[in-house]
């Protein structure tokens, strides 16, 4: 009888085991359908928003408590972000302008891509151009970036950051185009740090 009970409460030990993988198992595979999308969209708060005027510490604190696990080395692309759109226009929006990206050597990652839209018989056509190396970067290419984010996107399958910029001042363009037209700077890590990787600037986007 004794071992008969003991086989008896094995086997209901086995069985409570089992519906709790299979529970656990349907659980997990729940999670993995409600994730989120990639790439999740951040909108700064207006306080952030600008970010060469923005407290850089409380600006890292919004990006970590978005995206979790939170990001590696957010603050070193926070800093990254700041130099380049305060270097450029300090906290104010000068419009479209030539930039001279050899000057920021130290914080591109090659191969960089740059996109350009252009109108082709009244339809946006969009060209990706790939620089492996320094010396085939033109000496200045014109976009435009200015002290404000309009909106910060992480792919975590992609593991890159993009940052958009809205435009102002736009050079060319007039009414509508204007509230639209935009650049996004890509970023992506090479050695532990986020470095620029891309670059997508567009005068008039139709919106």
């Not at 300090?90 to 920021?104: E, I, M, N, T």
């Not at 102002?168 to 996004?184: H, I, L, P």
């Amino acid at each position: 009888m004794t071992t008969r009970l003991r086989g008896v409460c094995t086997i209901a030990a086995l069985a409570v085991s089992a519906a709790a993988a299979v529970c656990g198992g349907s659980a997990l595979a729940s999670a993995r359908t409600t994730a989120s999308p990639s790439p999740q969209a951040l909108y700064l708060p207006a306080d952030l928003s600008n970010i060469c005027e923005a407290d850089s510490q409380a600006l890292q604190q919004a990006i970590t408590r978005h995206w979790r696990p939170s990001l590696n080395s957010i603050d070193q692309w926070a800093q990254l972000v700041r130099s380049f759109s305060c270097d450029l226009s300090g906290s104010r929006d000068l419009g479209w302008h030539r930039v001279p990206l050899r000057a920021y050597e130290s914080a591109i990652r090659y191969p960089l891509q740059w996109v350009e839209w252009e109108d082709r018989n009244g339809r946006p056509h969009r060209t990706v151009r790939t620089y492996y190396s320094a010396a085939q970067l033109p000496s200045k290419i014109d976009f435009w970036v200015g002290g404000r984010i309009d909106e910060i996107r992480y792919d975590r399958k992609a593991q890159r950051i993009d940052a958009r910029f809205p435009a102002a001042g736009t050079r060319g363009a007039s009414g509508v185009a204007v509230q639209c037209a935009y650049t996004t700077l890509q970023f992506r890590q090479q050695n532990g740090l986020w470095l620029l990787s891309g670059v997508e600037p567009n005068l008039a986007p139709r919106c």
